[in-house]
């Protein structure tokens, strides 16, 4: 699953431009520990995609998905950035029976504006 996801992620990452000229963007990360059972402290961190990287398979704790801990104890990622421009949100997160899914949103300049297409079809 790791080599998928990580796949998935990083294609559609360059696809829909997350990555700046030197493959930066923010991550969001929950700084909460143990004692803060049920409070979260995200932050927006800028961070560079080295040559080697693997998130689905890191381990790191901060990329791990709460709701899937409540079946598994596998490490199962779950995770959110946005270009530094803020024009790309991606979003790698668990689904139903597990099921690890990427998505991303990028609003396209071309786009025509919200009722613009059914008006034009009258």
Not at 20 to 27: P, Q, V
Not at 100 to 115: D, E, F, K, L, N
Request: glycine share 6%.
């Amino acid at each position: 699953m790791p080599v998928k996801v990580n796949a998935s992620w990083f294609r559609m990452a360059s696809e829909f431009g997350l990555f700046n000229e030197d493959r930066e963007f923010l991550l969001l990360v929950n700084y909460a520990d143990e004692e803060d059972e049920w409070e979260d402290h995200y932050e927006w961190v800028q961070v560079r995609l080295l040559d080697e990287w693997d998130l689905a398979a890191s381990g790191v704790e901060q990329l791990r998905s709460w709701i899937a801990g409540t079946f598994t104890p596998r490490f199962v990622p779950e995770f959110r950035m946005v270009s530094l421009d803020g024009q790309t949100v991606i979003e790698t997160t668990v689904w139903g029976r597990g099921t690890v899914s990427t998505i991303a949103i990028r609003p396209s300049a071309t786009a025509p504006a919200r009722g613009t297409e059914e008006t034009a079809r009258r």
